[in-house]
């Protein structure tokens, strides 16, 4: 057997080559700061691409996509991102978000946690002002009953499990504030077309109608197993570092959310279609 078909077989080269794309891009980042071009902390290309991004400049754009409509939905509700309020990024990733919420709304307390711990290395060593803390797949986190102010979390519940969403959903209840607000981004209705590509106009119609009839829908990754055994190899380069369980695509629909989410304490105030980068915003005030 050729090494290169070695390699292949352990599904090395992929990985490798994902690392070779961090090199390239280390030396871009590089040659950008000199002449003033990348003016924020730039991550690995392979942490990177966890967030969908495949170029720098889509990783800016990407969180300036997702962050401008949970701080003005959080605005527009009366929270004050102008005073020393205490800020949670549920699955914060490499800092899409906090990039620009630590920008333009300096005064806030910022906290973050993901499963992943090379993107909260990342974090620790870019963002100092950020108290940032590797969590478990499961609750509990690391923080006492009414914490926060304001939790955000971006393309987290549209990975989970309905069990796994609930136990979250009551776990982020216990840590935010009575009258404290979370915002937490879901597919539904607009982004069935994204996350499903390839279906025709009739499939996609039936499977709008099975969503609005179920009020979910859960497609499990069929890589997720095969790449949580592979991590001992090139953990770095891995999708699915800290998966312990079942991780998919989730879709739900409004009408679900609406009967199911308050269960955990939460007022569904309100269902904003696709603008979290296609994904729905969920607003919700802990009762
Ligand atoms: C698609 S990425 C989004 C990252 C970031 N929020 C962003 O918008 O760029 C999903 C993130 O959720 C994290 N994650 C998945 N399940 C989690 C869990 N149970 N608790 C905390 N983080 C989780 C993953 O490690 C990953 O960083």
Redesign the pocket.
């Known amino acids: 057997m050729s090494l290169l078909s070695a390699l292949k077989n352990y599904g090395l080269s992929k990985k490798l080559l994902k690392l070779g794309l961090n090199q390239v891009q280390n030396c871009i980042v590089g040659c950008g700061r000199l002449v003033g071009r990348f003016d924020f902390p730039v991550p690995p290309n392979s942490s990177m691409r966890?967030?969908?991004?495949k170029t720098i400049g889509a990783?800016y754009v990407?969180?300036i996509r997702?962050y401008l409509p949970i701080a003005t939905c959080a605005r527009r509700e009366g929270v004050r991102l102008d005073q020393n309020i205490r800020i949670l990024?549920?699955?914060?990733?490499?800092?899409?978000?906090l990039l620009h919420f630590t920008r333009d709304y300096p005064a806030p307390a910022y906290f973050a946690?993901?499963?992943?711990d090379t993107?909260i290395a990342f974090i620790q060593k870019n963002y100092p002002q950020v108290q940032s803390c590797v969590?478990?797949?499961?609750p509990p986190l690391p923080y006492e009953a009414g914490f926060f102010d304001m939790i955000y979390?971006?393309?987290?519940f549209?990975?989970?499990n309905m069990e796994?969403q609930a136990t979250?959903l009551k776990e982020l209840a216990r840590v935010t504030k009575p009258g404290g607000w979370c915002f937490l981004?879901t597919e539904g209705l607009v982004s069935l077309r994204l996350r499903f590509p390839g279906l025709g106009p009739n499939e996609l119609q039936s499977l709008r109608q099975r969503l609005l009839q179920e009020g979910f829908l859960y497609k499990e990754y069929a890589d997720w197993q095969e790449d949580v055994r592979r991590q001992a190899t090139l953990r770095v380069a891995s999708h699915?570092?800290?998966?312990?369980r079942s991780?998919g695509t989730t879709v739900l629909s409004p009408d679900y959310i609406k009967r199911h989410w308050p269960d955990a304490g939460f007022e569904v105030r309100a269902i904003v279609g696709g603008v979290v980068?296609g994904q729905d915003l969920v607003v919700l005030r802990r009762v």
Do not use: N, P, Q
Not at 153 to 156: A, C, G, N, Y
């Open positions: 966890k967030t969908g991004s990783y990407g969180g997702t990024d549920f699955g914060c990733g490499v800092a899409r978000g946690c993901d499963i992943d993107s969590t478990r797949f499961s979390s971006v393309s987290i549209s990975h989970l796994d979250w981004s699915m570092v800290g998966v312990e991780y980068d």
